[in-house]
């Protein structure tokens, strides 16, 4: 005899795949609640949806297999990526920081298009954990020496976007307080916020955050509906959101209703 259960299961299979392909992720103890079904069978269903390839079962639930990636690319195939859009973010992103203030700088390409911008900006003092962004602020300290910087490197392990991370860069940076964060990502959504496939990075990336009066998340538009393995901070948590005008309409929305400020920049013409 086929019960209730066994006879309503691909359409509770189908309703939890269109909730992960809408939102990027979802917990067990939300759908429990939502289908009304014990946290056992969800968690077959996840199972069984997970061996299909349909989804990516994470601890506490699932994500979406086709956004999801744990891959890290390195920090030079990054750059090659939506330049236009990525300096347009930068731009605008660099008009936030005030003279004389304390800027941390994260790691990852728009990080550094940021930083590339902060040559005539008098006073700063710049906070990174970023290998390349370090070397630019150095050779422009060097350079133009009348800008006053001064630039504060975290020690840690380099990751493959030549990002400091670990122990020693967490317990540099929970000593410091910085006026201003800007920090890039590699996906952000509706509900898992904004994403790195490093799980080190991810805790870096969090006692930055804490540092920080104020976070600036800069990320182009194609980084949005992507979810990466561990989230650093949530869209409530985002004082300004910095990305371009290729932002489709759904997500304009949601970042408009979740950040304190959604910044969208216009791309120089060609």
């Known amino acids: ?84 859009a990525k300096a347009a973010v930068a731009e605008a992103a660099a008009a936030l920081v005030k003279p004389g203030s304390v800027v941390a700088l994260s790691g990852g390409t728009t990080s550094y298009a940021v930083a590339t911008r902060l040559r005539e900006i008098p006073g700063l003092t710049v906070v990174t954990n970023s290998l390349p962004v370090a070397d630019l602020l150095r050779k422009t300290a060097a350079e133009h020496p009348s800008t006053g ?32 964060l800007i920090i890039g990502a590699h996906g952000v959504s509706e509900r898992a916020g904004v994403t790195t496939p490093n799980l080190a990075e991810a805790q870096t990336n969090r006692a930055l955050i804490a540092s920080a009066h104020q976070v600036a998340v800069v990320a182009d538009h194609t980084k949005w509906g992507v979810v990466g393995l561990s989230q650093f901070i949530t869209l409530s948590e985002i004082d300004y959101f910095v990305s371009d005008e290729g932002l489709d309409a759904q997500a304009r929305t949601v970042l408009s209703d979740s950040v304190g400020q959604l910044i969208l920049a216009a791309p120089r013409a060609a």
């Open 149 to 180: 910087h001064t630039l504060l490197l975290t020690g840690g392990t380099p990751t493959k976007s030549a990002s400091l991370v670990g122990p020693l860069a967490d317990q540099a940076i929970r000593s410091l307080q910085v006026d201003l």
């Open 1 to 84: 005899m086929v019960t209730e259960a066994a006879r309503l299961a691909p359409q509770r299979r189908a309703l939890i795949l269109d909730i992960v392909r809408r939102d990027g992720a979802v917990r067990v103890a939300e759908l429990v609640e939502r289908l009304g079904v014990s946290d056992m069978t969800i968690r077959r269903d996840l199972d069984v949806l997970a061996r299909a390839g349909s989804l990516s079962k994470v601890h506490g639930g699932a994500i979406s297999s086709a956004v999801t990636t744990g891959d890290e690319p390195s920090f030079e195939t990054k750059t090659a990526l939506e330049s236009r």
